[in-house]
């Protein structure tokens, strides 16, 4: 059974940073590929960072790229979030999301591509 469990959340002042981790079992953790979402209150959730695990492609919304860094250690296995220079509007939930490559109509980086969801970890960003 999947099984990711994220931590790392907590609260930080505007441009500071954290780091987000999502422990992982019950899969083949090297051959998924993996995400992480964002949801703020009332909000949909939103892909922030994406891995293609069989390319090593990434996937990064213009909001957070060359902020926001995504990587994995498989002898963990592990997938992290490292979120520098943070802003208010990245605050909400973080989830990690995991799913085998498969065909779909949705873009791979995009929410119903995934079946495996964390319970998610809250950060949030204020002065």
């Known amino acids: 059974q999947v099984h990711l469990v994220e931590s790392g959340g907590g609260s930080v002042q505007p441009e500071g940073s954290l780091r987000l981790s999502c422990a992982a079992s019950g899969f083949d953790f090297d051959k998924y590929i993996l995400a992480w979402f964002r949801q703020g209150p009332g909000e949909e959730r939103a892909v922030v960072a994406a891995?293609?695990?069989?390319?090593?492609?990434?996937h990064y919304p213009d909001p957070t790229m060359g902020r926001f860094t995504i990587s994995r250690d498989n002898a963990r296995p592990t997938l992290y979030l490292q979120m520098n220079l943070l802003k208010p509007g990245d605050s909400g939930i973080y989830y990690c999301a995991a799913a085998p490559p498969h065909a779909a109509p949705h873009p791979w980086y995009s929410a119903p591509y995934y079946d495996h969801w964390g319970q998610g970890t809250q950060v949030t960003v204020s002065p």
């Open positions: 891995l293609y695990t069989a390319t090593g492609m990434t």
